[in-house]
């Protein structure tokens, strides 16, 4: 089993920053993924960002691209989402998750998840 704590969320202007954290522990593994996803009122969980706990391989949702960076700190067992530029149309719950083996970007291939942090942008 895998832990995960995510948080740093809040509310924020647009143009603004926030950085989440996502505390992973139990059996973690040098072999994870670890992804950050987002689900808005009324619409379905989509991904954001995932990195490759191994060799730090990262890929990026193209509505974030440009704006969002993720990083991990391994000493930590910690992922960072730093958000950059953010818009109204980022606000969300923003869940941290975990998965066995490569990045993905679908939901349903993560086996943990984090609790959520609310991410809210004024307009």
């Known amino acids: 089993q895998v832990h995960l704590v995510d948080s740093g969320g809040g509310l924020v202007q647009a143009g603004g920053s926030l950085r989440l954290s996502c505390v992973a522990s139990g059996r973690t593994s040098s072999n994870y993924a670890m992804g950050w996803f987002r689900q808005a009122p009324g619409k379905e969980r989509e991904f954001v960002a995932a990195?490759?706990?191994?060799?730090?391989?990262?890929y990026f949702a193209d509505s974030v691209k440009g704006r969002f960076a993720i990083s991990k700190d391994n000493a930590k067992n910690t992922v960072y989402l730093q958000m950059n530029s953010l818009k109204f149309e980022d606000t969300a719950i923003y869940y941290c998750?975990?998965?066995?083996?490569?990045?993905?970007?679908?939901?349903?291939?993560?086996?943990?998840w984090g609790q959520g942090t609310q991410v809210t942008v004024s307009s």
């Open positions: 998750a975990a998965r066995y083996y490569g990045l993905a970007y679908i939901a349903t291939l993560y086996d943990y």
């Open positions: 990195i490759s706990w191994s060799d730090g391989g990262t």
